[in-house]
C-alpha cells in the first residue's frame, strides 16, 4: 500500500529533510569558549558557537549567552548584545552587526548563479529597548554580491519573530569547497560608509554605501541591548519551524569549526613523551574532521602546564605549539623543564586559566 504523506501545501517549496537549517548552533546553545565575554570593541568569536561579533571603533560590548528567551517557543537561550559604552555619532567607517560564516560546499543546492537559483528564508526571534529600522544582508563572498532587506523591532523589551525571504541569485556560483563562500549579517550599526546610498534590495554586485541604508544605532546609549535567538536560513520562500537538533548532533557541527579540548586546573592533556631533553610532544585527536587543519589556540604562563615523570614535576612555563596538524589529529608539544629524552610522562594542567583549543573557524 502506498504511504502518502499529509502536510501543509503552503510549505511545499521547503526543505523538509534533516539540516535544512543552514545555520548551525541558530538556538544559542552552545558556547564552547564561554557564557559571557566584556570590555569588547574589535570583531572575534567570544560566546556561543559560529556566531561572530563584528565591531570596527563603534562602541565597547559585553556579549552573553542568556536564558532570556521567547515564552513557549522550546529555546533555552540567546545571544545579547549590551552597550557598555557609547558611540552616539559613528565616524564613516564604523560598524556594528552579527555575523555567521558559511562553506561553499554546504550550499550547492541552493544553486546560486543558475536560472534555478533557489531563494531562501531567514527567520530568527528578536528583542531590543532600541526599537526601528534594521538591516540583515547575504554576501557572496566569491563573486562579491550582496542583497539587504530591512525588518523593523516594533515594541521595545519584546520578543518579536522576524521573517525575511531573499531571492535566488542567478549570477555568481559559490565555489564547491571548504571556504568561505556565503556570509548573513545582521546590522546593528554602521557609519556612512554602509549607509549613505540606496539600499539594495536585489542582488547585484556589492555596493559598500548601499549595505546597511536606515539602520538604527545600537551603539548610541549604553542603556541599549538586543537579543537574537531561533535562527534558520533554508531554502525556499517559506520559512518552517525552527529545527532543534539533539546537542550531541550540534555539538559536532560546531567541532568541525572550533574544538575546545580543555580548560581548567587538573585537567589531563594526556600522555608526553621527552623528545629531546627539553621538549615534549604527545598526540591529540580530534572528535570530528575539522574544516582545515586547525591551529592552536591556548593559554600559557608560569606552571600553566607540568609534566610528571615518575612523580616528579617538570614546569612548561612557555607557549604550545602544534606539528604535523591534519583534519583528525595533531602533535602538541612545548618547552619543559630538563629530562631525558626518550622518558614518558603525564602531562596536565596545573592553572586554573589554563586552556587548549583548535580552530579552523571560517
Given amino acids: ?106 550550499l550547492q543546492y541552493l544553486k546560486k548563479g543558475t536560472s534555478s537559483a533557489e531563494s531562501t528564508t531567514a527567520s530568527f526571534w528578536v528583542k531590543s529597548n532600541k526599537t526601528g529600522t534594521y538591516i540583515c544582508e547575504l554576501q557572496d563572498v566569491d563573486n562579491d554580491r550582496a542583497i539587504s532587506k530591512s525588518y523593523t523591532i516594533s515594541s521595545a523589551n519584546t520578543w518579536e519573530k522576524k521573517t525575511i525571504t531573499f531571492p535566488g541569485d542567478t549570477s555568481g556560483a559559490l565555489d564547491n569547497d571548504n571556504a568561505r563562500s556565503l556570509d548573513i549579517i545582521w546590522y546593528l550599526g554602521a557609519g556612512s560608509n554602509l549607509t549613505s546610498g540606496t539600499l539594495q534590495t536585489s542582488w547585484g554586485s556589492k555596493v559598500n554605501a548601499n549595505r546597511a541604508v536606515g539602520q538604527v544605532n545600537l551603539a548610541d546609549s549604553t542603556s541599549n541591548e538586543w537579543y537574537v535567538t531561533g535562527v534558520q536560513l533554508e531554502a525556499g520562500s517559506v520559512a518552517s519551524e525552527f529545527e532543534f537538533l539533539p546537542v550531541d548532533v550540534n555539538l559536532e557541527r560546531c567541532q568541525r569549526y572550533y574544538f575546545q579540548y580543555l580548560s581548567g586546573t587538573s585537567k589531563t592533556v594526556g600522555i608526553a613523551s621527552y623528545w629531546t631533553t627539553t621538549s615534549v610532544d604527545t598526540i591529540i585527536n580530534f572528535p570530528v574532521e575539522m574544516r ?64 587548549i583549543a583548535f580552530s579552523s573557524e571560517l
Fill in 1 to 106: 500500500m502506498a504511504i502518502t504523506r499529509i502536510g501543509n501545501p503552503a510549505l511545499a517549496d521547503v526543505r523538509e529533510p534533516n539540516f535544512r537549517n543552514i545555520i548551525i548552533n541558530g538556538g544559542m546553545d552552545l558556547a564552547q569558549r564561554g557564557t559571557s565575554a566584556t570590555g569588547k570593541t574589535s570583531g572575534g568569536i567570544y560566546t556561543v558557537d559560529r556566531w561572530y561579533q563584528d565591531i570596527s571603533s563603534m562602541g565597547t560590548w559585553s556579549f552573553s549567552q542568556t536564558t532570556d528567551v521567547p515564552t513557549g517557543q522550546g529555546f533555552a537561550s540567546s545571544l545579547k548584545y549590551d552597550c557598555t559604552t557609547a558611540d552616539s555619532s559613528p565616524a564613516a567607517g564604523d560598524k556594528l552587526n552579527l555575523q555567521q560564516k558559511f562553506e561553499g560546499q554546504n
Fill in 292 to 355: 582545515s587543519a586547525p591551529s592552536v589556540v591556548a593559554t600559557s604562563g608560569s606552571s600553566y602546564y607540568t609534566v610528571y615523570v615518575a612523580g616528579n614535576g617538570r614546569a612548561i612555563d612557555a607557549g604550545l605549539s602544534v606539528n604535523r596538524t591534519n583534519l583528525t589529529s595533531t602533535q602538541l608539544y612545548a618547552t619543559t623543564a630538563s629530562d631525558t629524552a626518550g622518558r614518558a610522562g603525564l602531562w596536565t594542567t596545573t592553572n586554573s586559566s589554563a586552556s
